[in-house]
């Protein structure tokens, strides 16, 4: 079933963290640039287009999973260390991971042509990321990919801009690995809906 085809309630509903995923050779760079090119749609504050994408896959999906294990090694306690070796794993087993990053340049350049608004550009940013996000994690889901969100930054930002030669001006904000569900996820609980929507 395709993004174009699949319920727009249904993708909302079914969207959920899945953090074990496996390989599955359907799952392409193609099909996830398609995905992509319908996320990008997601909108942004003066239009200012801030977010930037890197998708890693096969070796090199894996290679990120490494700097993420070797970078928690030196700091998670080694008694706690094999529990988030298996989580992380859960993530590598997959087919690839999007890393979203916000353009410090583009904001910048927001901030000096629109001065009266320049303490908010840096918020308006981080919504702007949040939503393309969940428009990649809907679009994933829409696809029958398995997705979670996943926040290992600052502490792997060097050596990622490093690796992959990533400008300097690329701030990294999030980590979404994917692949083939490997997981039930667990049951949802929501707050009471009078308790979070009033109507007036």
């Not at 090199?60 to 970078?71: A, G, L, M, P, S």
């Not at 087919?95 to 350049?109: A, M, P, R, S």
């Not at 428009?135 to 600052?154: C, D, K, R, V």
Request: charged share 25%; glycine share 4%; proline share 5%.
């Amino acid at each position: 079933m395709s993004v174009t085809t699949t319920n727009l309630k249904e993708a909302i509903i079914n969207r959920r963290s899945i953090r074990k995923v496996k390989k599955n050779e359907n799952i392409t760079k193609e099909r996830i640039s398609e995905l992509l090119k319908t996320a990008l749609y997601a909108p942004t504050s003066f239009n200012m287009q801030s977010g930037r994408i890197v998708v890693v896959m096969e070796n090199e999906h894996d290679k990120f999973w490494d700097i993420v294990k070797e970078t928690l090694r030196s700091r998670v306690p080694a008694e706690n260390f094999e529990a988030t070796a298996e989580r992380l794993q859960g993530f590598r087993d997959g087919v690839g991971t999007v890393l979203f990053f916000e353009n410090q340049k583009t904001i910048q350049t927001m901030q000096e042509n629109a001065p009266s608004y320049k303490e908010q550009f840096p918020f308006w940013s981080h919504q702007g990321s949040a939503m393309l996000q969940y428009a990649t994690w809907m679009s994933l889901t829409a696809e029958g990919i398995g997705a979670s969100l996943q926040h290992y930054n600052p502490i792997i930002d060097e050596e990622v801009k490093q690796t992959w030669d990533i400008p300097a001006e690329w701030s990294l904000v999030a980590q979404m690995p994917f692949g083939e569900p490997n997981e039930q996820p667990g049951e949802r609980t929501f707050l009471p809906f009078e308790d979070v929507v009033k109507f007036y």
